[in-house]
């Protein structure tokens, strides 16, 4: 063996082996803080770039405003792009506007007309948590929780 292939592999022995440890994934949109321990991807004009991320890489996705900034056609190729990058075991939580919330809040007068505006011309689509979870099931995720606060929902779920 050449001292360059010894040089080689003690190098290699001396790295980390980042694909064990997973990645921390947090998807949120454009301009929002990102949260710190976890790797960021920002949503921009509509879209996400996965590609950075091997299927079965991520160990946690944190993506609960996601849904509200797709178009409703383009949930499920997206949450299912997510579901191919996630290990075994590892979490997913998803969520958005409640479209059940958002429309009792218009009902009883409760949001005020400015809010309103904001949330339902800011986001591309607004689902609810009933969809999503039947979503996630059908992807093959088991549900670990799901709740609702205010307007907003959001679902934990495990790949299995």
Do not use: W
Request: with cysteine; glycine share 8%; net charge negative.
């Amino acid at each position: 063996m050449s001292d360059q292939t010894v040089d080689i592999l003690k190098e290699a022995m001396n790295l980390e082996d980042v694909s064990s440890e997973g990645a921390m994934v947090a998807i949120i949109p454009m301009g929002r803080e990102h949260p710190v321990g976890y790797q960021t991807l920002e949503i921009r004009n509509g879209s996400i770039d996965l590609g950075p991320f091997s299927e079965n890489e991520c160990t946690e996705i944190v993506a609960t405003e996601m849904l509200d900034y797709f178009s409703f056609d383009e949930l499920n190729p997206i949450v299912s792009s997510l579901v191919q990058k996630m290990r075994k075991g590892a979490i997913l939580t998803i969520g958005g506007v409640d479209s059940r919330m958002l429309g009792r809040g218009i009902v009883e007068g409760a949001i005020p007309i400015q809010d309103l505006n904001s949330v339902i011309f800011s986001r591309r689509s607004i689902t609810d948590i009933n969809l999503t979870k039947e979503l996630l099931i059908a992807l093959g995720l088991k549900i670990i929780s799901a709740r609702i606060v205010g307007l907003n929902y959001e679902i934990k779920a495990t790949r299995a």
